[in-house]
C-alpha cells in the first residue's frame, strides 16, 4: 500500500518537474502550486483506492474441513483419529445420513468407550488409489486396521459443494 502511495507521488512529482514545475521564475512557481495539488489529490487518491484482490480459497466447512473434494473427507477421518482430535468428525457427515458405522464414526467422541476403539482403527488410514467419482456419488479404496492392512472402500455423495461419508 504504501508503495502505491510512493510511486504514485514520485510520478506526479517528475511529471510536475518535466511540465515546468521545476527552476525558473513567473508562471512556473503557480504551475508548482498546481502540480503540488496534484499530488496530494493523487495520493490521496492512491490512498482510498486498493488494487483487487484475488479470490479467496473455498472456506473449510463449519467443523474446519475443506469438503470439496471426496479424499479431502476422508484424510479429515484419518487425521482425527491419528491427532486424538474428535472436532471434525460430526462434519464429516450429513445429518441423518450414512449406514450406521458412518453414523457411529461421526457421532464418536474422546471420553465415549468407542473412542479408543476408532483411533485404533483409523490412526494408520491410507488412501489407496485414485477416488472414482460419478457425479454426485464416490467410491475411494483405503487401509485401516491396527497394522494398517485391512482394505475397504469408502463411498461418499455430495450434496450442494460438499462430500459427505455414506458407507462402507
Not at 502540480?35 to 484475488?54: G, I
Not at 476403539?117 to 460419478?134: C, L, Q, R
Request: glycine letters at 12%.
Amino acid at each position: 500500500m504504501h508503495h502505491t502511495v510512493l510511486s504514485a507521488s514520485l510520478v506526479l512529482a517528475a511529471l510536475a518537474i518535466g511540465c515546468g514545475g521545476g527552476e525558473g521564475a513567473g508562471p512556473a512557481s503557480s504551475s508548482s502550486a498546481k502540480a503540488k495539488t496534484e499530488t496530494k489529490s493523487a495520493t490521496a487518491t492512491a490512498t482510498t483506492s486498493e488494487a483487487p484482490k484475488p479470490a479467496p480459497a473455498p472456506a473449510p466447512a463449519a467443523g474446519g474441513v475443506d469438503q470439496s473434494k471426496p479424499e479431502n473427507v476422508l484424510t479429515a477421518l484419518f487425521d482425527a483419529a491419528k491427532n486424538d482430535d474428535d472436532s471434525k468428525l460430526s462434519s464429516l457427515c450429513a445429518e441423518g445420513k450414512g449406514d450406521g458405522d458412518v453414523k457411529k464414526i461421526c457421532a464418536v467422541k474422546k471420553g465415549d468407550k468407542k473412542w479408543a476403539e476408532f483411533v485404533e482403527a483409523f490412526k494408520t488410514g491410507a488412501i489407496k488409489g485414485t477416488p472414482k467419482v460419478e457425479g454426485d456419488k464416490a467410491s475411494i479404496d483405503f487401509t485401516f486396521g491396527p497394522d494398517g492392512k485391512k482394505s475397504e472402500t469408502m463411498n461418499l455423495w455430495k450434496s450442494g459443494d460438499k462430500w459427505y461419508l455414506s458407507g462402507f
